[in-house]
């Protein structure tokens, strides 16, 4: 098992920057696949991007580009850095890990972009 926390979210101005920090409460170290997600009223959990344990990244096109994720092991921490921001990054944005089949979630944290 293990519990997610984020961290980083805030209001910024479009074209702006934010980090959103993941941290987990134990090793990641062997978690296959760990990932944000976002979610805006009224729709879905869509896929932001993945890393893997290995650290192959994938990405939705909506953010290639602008967006960067990254882990630091030794932290058990996942990042995503978010650049050039527009209005429609505005979400939740929640933490993901996918552990011997099981995915565990972050409780989301608010992410506004105003224009």
């Known amino acids: 098992q293990v519990q997610l926390v984020e961290s980083g979210g805030g209001l910024v101005q479009a074209g702006g920057s934010l980090r959103l920090s993941c941290a987990a409460s134990?090793?990641?170290?062997?978690?296959?696949?760990m990932g944000w997600y976002r979610q805006t009223p009224g729709n879905g959990r869509e896929l932001v991007t993945t890393?893997?344990?290995?650290?192959?990244?994938n990405y939705a096109d909506s953010v290639k580009g602008r967006f960067t994720i990254s882990r630091n092991n030794a932290k058990n921490t996942v990042y995503l850095q978010m650049n050039s921001l527009k209005p429609e990054d505005t979400a939740v944005y929640y933490c993901?890990?996918?552990?011997?089949?099981?995915?565990?979630w972050g409780q989301g944290t608010q992410v506004t972009v105003s224009s």
């Open positions: 134990r090793s990641i170290n062997s978690i296959n696949v």
């Open positions: 890393i893997t344990s290995w650290g192959t990244t």
């Open positions: 993901n890990a996918l552990s011997d089949g099981i995915a565990y």
